[in-house]
Nanobody, 127 residues
Framework: QVQLVESGGGLVQAGGSLRLSCAAS??????MGWFRQAPGKEREFVAA????????DYADSVKGRFTISRDNAKNTVYLQMSSLKADHTAVYYC??????????????????????WGQGTQVTVSS
């Protein structure tokens, strides 16, 4: 059983930056992803990173603004967010893909492929 704990959320002004962290229990090398869910909206893909950290993928809406990274020695995945705007407001979740990441370059946007989820952290961007 893998436990994921997100942190780093909060209130930030439009145009500002914020870094989210996702700490995983134990030593893991799973492909990881970030998703978000805004009020009244479905959960959507934000970014993903492969087990090795050498491959990343981003939703078009955040490409160039957000950066996903990982530190396997610390069992932690990060989401650096910059140039934030109001429509980025959401609960952000990290997730771990234990079973379908068949290569060290594999990433996925599909929620169905993720096996473990954190509780989420609220990000609110004010105008």
């Amino acid at each position: 059983q893998v436990q994921l704990v997100e942190s780093g959320g909060g209130l930030v002004q439009a145009g500002g930056s914020l870094r989210l962290s996702c700490a995983a229990s134990g030593r893991t090398f799973y492909a990881m992803g970030w998703f978000r869910q805004a009020p009244g909206k479905e959960r959507e893909f934000v970014a993903a990173i492969s087990r090795s950290g050498l491959s990343t993928d981003y939703a078009d809406s955040v490409k160039g603004r957000f950066t996903i990274s990982r530190d396997n020695a610390k069992n932690t995945v990060y989401l650096q967010m910059s140039s934030l705007k109001a429509d980025h407001t959401a609960v952000y979740y990290c997730a771990a893909d234990r079973t379908t990441a068949y290569s060290t370059y594999y990433t996925t946007r599909s929620m169905k492929e993720y096996d473990y989820w954190g509780q989420g952290t609220q990000v609110t961007v004010s105008s």
